[in-house]
């Protein structure tokens, strides 16, 4: 730990170093990005709420397909006149700020730019591409066979017994999967940011492994919405190979690797 605090301060004071803008400048251009970003918030929140009937079908299709399964009725019920209503702008506003997430995501990029080196601002196309596509990789995953498998299982164990489902706890259950498995897939990219200011390394990263492993096994025993060891591990071993791809992630972006490439590249 020790360690990871002086390669994070080294970090810092390295980049301070480097020709920058006052504290104030820094202020007000972080207000200027949150602005922006929120704008896009709200956008994308009104062209969400336009589809909220569509959002809102499409995210009920795994409790379908598994009351269905077992011969059940699929309609959701609501205990309060308000809590559809209530769902739809949960819904709008979460679909909004997916819409919204490049757009965000460029802000951000924009805001953290001028600390980076020039070589190192080359990254911005593989940051956005790759952040987009593993969050997206995550959410599919999750409703594509995590989540229906889940559901599957829980009413399989559940048979003897008629279930009544309120919309607003499946919305919630619904989007602690998706959205669990869409975060822990941008794992990579944590590290790369990690290993781009040298705060952790490939080695390290290796010889923690072990660690590594029972941390996320920790994490999909949180997530996962069964009991069972097997869907454990389907949340599990999507992590394991990620954290296996960030090593090799943080090899090619390490200020060492970095350094001895260009060093070759000038002999």
């Known amino acids: 730990m020790v360690d990871l605090v002086d390669r994070a301060r080294a970090a810092v004071t390295e980049r301070a170093e480097l020709p920058g803008m006052s504290l104030l400048e820094h202020l007000q251009e972080l207000r200027r990005r949150i602005i922006h970003s929120a704008l896009y918030i709200i956008g994308g929140f009104f062209i969400a709420w336009y ?8 995210m009920q299709q795994p409790i379908t397909w598994a009351l269905a399964k077992h011969h059940m009725p699929t309609q959701l019920i609501y205990n309060n006149p308000i809590d559809p209503f209530n769902m739809y702008l949960e819904i709008s506003f979460l679909g909004g700020c ?3 997430c490049p757009f965000v995501l460029y802000q951000v990029w924009l805001f953290i730019s001028p600390g980076l080196y020039k070589n190192e ?13 593993l969050f997206l990789a995550g959410a599919y995953f999750g409703y594509r066979w995590v989540y229906p498998g889940s559901l599957d299982f829980l009413l399989s164990f559940n048979k003897d017994f008629r279930p009544l489902i309120e919309i607003n706890e499946y919305t919630g259950l619904f989007l602690t999967v998706i959205l669990g498995l869409g975060l822990t897939f941008e794992l990579p990219i944590l590290v790369m940011f990690l290993s781009l200011f040298g705060i952790v390394s490939p080695k390290f990263l290796w ?3 072990r660690y590594a492993i029972l ?10 919405p069964t009991s ?9 071993s999507p992590m394991l190979i990620l954290y296996v791809l ?3 992630v943080s090899w090619f972006v390490h200020p060492a690797t970095r350094k001895k490439r260009a060093a070759r590249a000038a002999s």
Do not use: E, Q, W
């Open 51 to 58: 589809f909220h009937d569509r959002i809102y079908a499409f």
């Open 98 to 100: 997916i819409l919204a």
């Open 121 to 133: 601002k080359r990254y911005v196309v593989p940051f956005m591409t790759a952040t987009i596509g």
């Open 207 to 209: 010889k923690n492994l």
């Open 215 to 224: 941390l996320i096994f920790i994490i999909a025993a949180i997530i996962t």
């Open 228 to 236: 069972d060891v097997l869907t454990m591990c389907v949340f599990a």
């Open 246 to 248: 960030s090593i090799g």
